[in-house]
Nanobody, 125 residues
């Protein structure tokens, strides 16, 4: 069966860094678009970053320059390096994957077939 498992979330102070991981089984991530979404309390699920099967990366304006998404093909794992964290980054972060996402739909959560359970990131002093 397909499984995506996120890890790395934590409570951290503003300005700090975290590295989230999305480990996959049952699918090969380098043949999929893999995206990170986040959802804060009272808000809609929001696109954060994605890496295409080609290796191209994409970012939300709110995280560009601070976050970096990467794929480790040997470990079938996608990472999200988060630097200069802000309180507004507080959310549950989810990993999602789909084999047939087109560019125009890549930022839509409802387009993805596979989801992890999420990992909590809390940025607070």
């Amino acid at each position: 069966q397909v499984r995506l498992v996120e890890s790395g979330g934590a409570l951290i102070q503003p300005g700090g860094s975290l590295r989230l991981s999305c480990a996959a089984s049952g699918i090969t991530l380098d043949s999929h678009t893999v995206a990170w979404f986040r959802q804060a309390i009272g808000k809609d699920r929001e696109f954060v970053a994605a890496v295409r099967w080609s290796g191209d990366t994409h970012y939300a304006d709110s995280v560009r320059g601070r976050f970096t998404v990467s794929r480790d093909n040997a470990k079938n794992t996608v990472h999200l390096q988060m630097n200069s964290l802000k309180p507004e980054d507080t959310a549950v972060y989810y990993c999602a994957a789909d084999r047939r996402i087109i560019l125009s739909s890549m930022r839509r959560a409802d387009e993805y077939d596979h989801w992890g359970q999420g990992t909590q990131v809390a940025v607070s002093s």
